[in-house]
């Protein structure tokens, strides 16, 4: 009995490749996860809008994206550094979050007197918001 | 086989052989633009890119000899560093020198790799090289120990502030004697007083030149995909530039040409821009209305 006509398929590795090259092209490097130890994201995330944080950033997840007094706080979790002078690493994060201009007398950022624990919660959702 | 499946089969060889022979026309003719002033097109940027990376992550298998966090080792990877890397790469707000500009692809900031590479895929970059790109193998020339070193260093690079760094290398024994533990910035090219206003064609030119889109992302430059400094996209209509100075094309020229007078502090090295080049970058930078990312 003859075997019906059937479509030739690709090759498996076709369809792999292809989607390799494709994800290739969007290029953005993946999410590195940064983890802040005693922080919570949900209660960072009201903070920053008790805060007024929004009112001088455009932060990731939050109403009111397109502020531009300072910079976009996008893709933090990837940040070489902070404010352009400190390491990016989630204590110096807080560090800079309780006292900015105590970390550099000439910054725009005011000190909001934000507490240590309000500080970690901020950082934590910052840094999960990857974009 | 059906005739179908010849069909296709002939059809596909035929279009093979189109292919070989544009292609082999094309390079005969000269086409690619190979001008290392010239970024890749958008295309082939992406495409090295992805293969380099898949190249590296398929090869790299070595394991650390131990702890790369010891400081001893960090110190020892510093030094290395300094000799080696520092003239291509820069580090926490040290400017690589001249020659470093003009590569293309550009030598990466290397914070990126430092906190998101494993250690296997730096120790296999230094080791081995990547061809085309100016990175050279070091495989021959350093011991397997000195190499891990150096990754050790790469890995603890992006938790050193541009302060940190500098009082590290000073602590380095032998700097007392050596000319500069932090080389000075690349001199800035003969500068005669700007002649024309900025040209937004000239400053996104100009921002290839000057290893930009090695730390920032910013829109409409191909490869500025890195996170070192903030986006820049928006960067028109921000009010503070570096967080410090109020936005205007004076102050951006300003900043451009010597961060460190801005803001001491600055990880943004001063790259040596004439205030011309400073002017076209300017005005590239206030055409970046859109805050991105979104």
Same mark, same amino acid.
């Given at each position: 009995?003859?075997?019906?006509?059937?479509?030739?398929?690709?090759?498996?590795?076709?369809?792999?490749?292809?989607?390799?090259?494709?994800?290739?092209?969007?290029?953005?490097?993946?999410?590195?996860?940064?983890? +802040?130890?005693?922080?919570?994201?949900?209660?960072?995330?009201?903070?920053?809008?008790? &805060?007024?944080?929004?009112?001088?950033?455009?932060?990731?997840?939050? $109403?009111? &994206?397109?502020?531009? +007094?300072?910079?976009?706080?996008?893709?933090?979790?990837?940040?070489?550094?902070? $404010?352009?002078?400190?390491?990016?690493?989630?204590?110096?994060?807080?560090?800079?979050?309780?006292?900015?201009?105590?970390?550099?007398?000439?910054?725009?950022?005011?000190?909001?007197?934000?507490?240590?624990?309000?500080?970690?919660?901020? $950082?934590?959702?910052? &840094?999960?918001?990857?974009? | 086989?059906?005739?179908?499946?010849?069909?296709?089969?002939?059809?596909?060889?035929?279009?093979?052989?189109?292919?070989?022979?544009?292609?082999?026309?094309? *390079?005969?003719?000269?086409?690619?633009?190979?001008? @290392?002033?010239?970024?890749?097109?958008?295309?082939?940027?992406?495409?090295?890119?992805?293969?380099?990376?898949?190249?590296?992550?398929?090869? @790299?298998?070595?394991?650390?000899?131990?702890?790369?966090?010891?400081?001893?080792?960090?110190?020892?990877?510093?030094?290395?560093?300094?000799?080696?890397?520092?003239?291509?790469?820069?580090?926490?707000?040290?400017?690589?020198? @001249?020659?470093?500009?003009?590569?293309?692809?550009?030598?990466?900031?290397?914070?990126?790799?430092?906190? =998101?590479?494993?250690?296997?895929?730096?120790?296999?970059?230094?080791?081995?090289?990547?061809?085309?790109?100016?990175?050279?193998?070091?495989?021959?020339?350093?011991?397997?120990?000195?190499?891990?070193?150096? *990754?050790?260093?790469?890995?603890?690079?992006?938790?050193?502030?541009?302060?940190?760094?500098?009082?590290?290398?000073?602590?380095?024994?032998? =700097?007392?004697?050596?000319?500069?533990?932090?080389?000075?910035?690349?001199?800035?090219?003969?500068?005669?007083?700007?002649?024309?206003?900025?040209?937004?064609?000239?400053?996104?030119?100009?921002?290839?030149?000057?290893?930009?889109? =090695?730390?920032?992302?910013?829109?409409?430059?191909?490869?500025?995909?890195?996170?070192?400094?903030?986006?820049?996209?928006?960067?028109?209509?921000?009010?503070?530039?570096?967080?410090?100075?109020?936005?205007?094309?004076?102050?951006?020229?300003?900043?451009?040409?010597?961060?460190?007078?801005?803001?001491?502090?600055?990880?943004?090295?001063?790259?040596?821009? =004439?205030?011309?080049?400073?002017?076209?970058?300017? @005005?590239?930078?206030?055409?970046?209305?859109?805050?991105?990312?979104?």
């Amino acid at each position: 009995m003859p075997l019906p006509a059937r479509r030739p398929s690709l090759p498996r590795p076709f369809p792999v490749l292809l989607l390799a090259l494709l994800a290739a092209g969007c290029g953005s490097p993946e999410p590195h996860p940064v983890h +802040v130890a005693g922080g919570d994201a949900q209660r960072g995330r009201e903070l920053i809008e008790r &805060y007024g944080c929004v009112a001088c950033h455009s932060i990731p997840g939050l $109403a009111s &994206y397109g502020a531009n +007094v300072g910079p976009p706080l996008v893709s933090l979790s990837q940040r070489g550094y902070l $404010a352009g002078v400190l390491p990016n690493t989630p204590e110096d994060m807080v560090r800079w979050l309780r006292d900015p201009p105590g970390v550099d007398p000439r910054t725009a950022m005011p000190n909001l007197g934000v507490s240590q624990d309000e500080a970690l919660d901020i $950082a934590a959702y910052l &840094y999960s918001q990857h974009r | 086989m059906t005739l179908r499946l010849r069909t296709l089969v002939l059809g596909f060889v035929a279009m093979l052989l189109a292919g070989v022979v544009g292609g082999a026309v094309l *390079v005969y003719m000269g086409f690619y633009d190979i001008s @290392a002033m010239r970024q890749h097109t958008k295309p082939v940027f992406h495409l090295l890119d992805f293969a380099m990376a898949r190249a590296i992550d398929v090869r @790299a298998d070595a394991v650390p000899p131990g702890d790369l966090g010891e400081e001893r080792r960090v110190r020892a990877g510093l030094a290395q560093f300094q000799r080696h890397c520092l003239q291509c790469h820069g580090a926490p707000g040290v400017a690589p020198e @001249a020659l470093a500009f003009g590569l293309t692809p550009a030598p990466a900031n290397l914070l990126h790799a430092g906190r =998101t590479w494993p250690p296997s895929e730096i120790q296999w970059v230094v080791a081995n090289g990547v061809k085309m790109t100016g990175m050279p193998g070091w495989g021959w020339r350093l011991s397997e120990e000195e190499i891990w070193d150096l *990754v050790a260093f790469v890995q603890a690079m992006p938790r050193l502030s541009p302060r940190a760094y500098a009082e590290l290398a000073g602590s380095l024994p032998g =700097t007392a004697q050596a000319a500069a533990p932090v080389p000075a910035p690349p001199q800035p090219a003969p500068d005669g007083p700007a002649t024309r206003p900025g040209r937004v064609d000239a400053g996104r030119f100009a921002t290839q030149q000057y290893l930009c889109a =090695t730390c920032h992302v910013i829109p409409g430059v191909v490869g500025a995909n890195q996170h070192v400094g903030p986006p820049l996209g928006g960067i028109a209509g921000r009010a503070y530039i570096g967080g410090v100075l109020p936005n205007s094309p004076e102050n951006m020229v300003r900043f451009l040409r010597d961060p460190q007078a801005v803001d001491p502090l600055s990880a943004m090295p001063a790259l040596g821009l =004439t205030e011309q080049d400073a002017r076209d970058i300017a @005005a590239f930078l206030f055409t970046l209305d859109k805050v991105e990312g979104k």
